[in-house]
């Protein structure tokens, strides 16, 4: 039997949650002015999508919709707003951020939920590290509506007006596994397995004998990297190599690594960004790649947008960055998980009463 905790609406419950949900509306009418005063227009992406992204390790929720001819459809709940704004940035806009509803299966632990809120914004003609300026300035602008000077999530404290450290993958991976990440990775992005496995194994990780290089890399990085970040100050961890990068286009003179950052605080990733492919042809080849995994692993694969792929041949160099906008409610409450800053949780499956 799942072990159930009591439902948010019982009254005492509800009294014990509420001063982080007032919080989290203090938090997110902050962040919006905070947008429209640099000249952001706020959008609406729908819900609804031919794909729900098309990331091996993302799981959607797959519905259909009926046409006045009675005709089924299969449809998906968005995984994230991604492919929209992307479309909306092709029409014109330049300046855009959505408060998503978004939704994800198989995901349910004290920092995810199936259902929660990303927030994500886009700039377009301007390059990726003013999304670094962007993360630092959010978090100050979230602590102070929160009426806070820490962040903080399992005894992990993180000062929000401090600069944040910057650290490539790189230099991740000599100074907390001693292991020299990008030998492993040639020029043209492709990954030498046995090479990262070896060096694995000598840093003393378990592998299983069918893992891939990137089961490899996402295991170090969970065991000896990820511990050490977002510690005192948050932490922008940088320059993924291009394989762990599927919507983002590579770095100027390093074919190996991408313009893709991940912002951490607390040990909790809150973000992920991405100056942005623009590049139709080795998007779809990368999508591609990612279902052919996915139907390797979980026997499933999820329909391109080719929408989609038409926008992006059309779509100005930009760059563009998904945040959790729940888990950062959650550090400036000092909540214990996503659910605990949430209205209306999605109801556990099991329960047969309070």
């Keep these: 039997m799942p072990d159930l905790s009591p439902p948010y609406w019982r009254p005492d419950i509800h009294a014990d949650r509420r001063p982080a949900l007032l919080a989290r509306g203090r938090i997110r009418t902050a962040l919006r002015l905070w947008f429209e005063a640099r000249d952001f227009i706020e959008v609406e992406a729908a819900i609804?999508?031919?794909?729900?992204?098309?990331?091996?390790?993302?799981?959607?929720?797959?519905?259909?919709l009926i046409d006045d001819a009675n005709g089924s459809h299969p449809y998906y709940l968005h995984t994230s707003p991604e492919f929209a704004?992307?479309?909306l940035l092709a029409a014109g806009e330049r300046r855009i951020f959505d408060f998503a509803r978004v939704f994800r299966n198989r995901e349910r632990t004290a920092l995810h939920h199936p259902e929660f809120t990303m927030l994500e914004w886009y700039r377009a003609g301007?390059?990726?590290?003013?999304?670094?300026?962007?993360?630092?300035?959010?978090?100050?602008?979230?602590?102070?509506?929160?009426?806070?000077?820490?962040?903080?999530?399992?005894?992990?404290?993180?000062?929000?007006?401090?600069?944040?450290?910057?650290?490539?993958?790189?230099?991740?991976?000599?100074?907390?596994?001693?292991?020299?990440?990008?030998?492993?990775?040639?020029?043209?992005?492709?990954?030498?397995?046995?090479?990262?496995?070896?060096?694995?194994?000598?840093?003393?990780i378990r592998l299983a004998g069918d893992d891939s290089w990137s089961d490899i890399f996402s295991r170090i990085l969970a065991e000896r990297i990820e511990p050490h970040l977002g510690r005192d100050r948050a932490t922008i961890l940088c320059e993924y190599p291009i394989s762990e990068?599927?919507?983002?286009?590579?770095?100027?003179?390093?074919?190996?690594?991408a313009e893709r950052f991940e912002l951490y605080a607390c040990g909790v990733e809150l973000a992920n960004a991405f100056g942005e492919l623009t590049d139709a042809s080795e998007q779809r080849r990368r999508f591609t790649a990612d279902m052919d995994e996915k139907q390797r692993i979980y026997g499933e694969r999820y329909p391109l947008d080719e929408d989609f792929l038409t926008a992006l041949a059309q779509m100005p160099q930009a760059s563009g960055i998904a945040l959790g906008f729940d888990r950062l409610v959650m550090l400036c409450t000092g909540a214990r998980?996503?659910?605990?800053?949430?209205?209306?949780?999605?109801?556990?499956?099991?329960r047969t009463q309070a």
């Design 48 to 64: 609804l999508q031919i794909s729900p992204g098309n990331e091996t390790h993302l799981h959607g929720f797959a519905t259909t």
């Design 85 to 87: 704004a992307k479309k």
């Design 126 to 204: 301007e390059g990726y590290e003013t999304l670094m300026v962007d993360c630092a300035a959010l978090m100050a602008e979230a602590a102070r509506a929160a009426g806070v000077n820490t962040l903080q999530w399992r005894g992990v404290p993180v000062d929000p007006f401090a600069q944040p450290e910057r650290l490539t993958l790189q230099d991740a991976f000599a100074r907390h596994a001693d292991i020299d990440l990008l030998a492993t990775v040639t020029a043209g992005g492709v990954t030498d397995r046995e090479a990262l496995a070896t060096k694995a194994v000598a840093a003393g």
């Design 245 to 257: 990068a599927a919507l983002a286009r590579p770095k100027p003179g390093d074919g190996r690594v």
């Design 337 to 350: 998980r996503i659910e605990d800053v949430l209205w209306t949780p999605v109801a556990e499956p099991g």
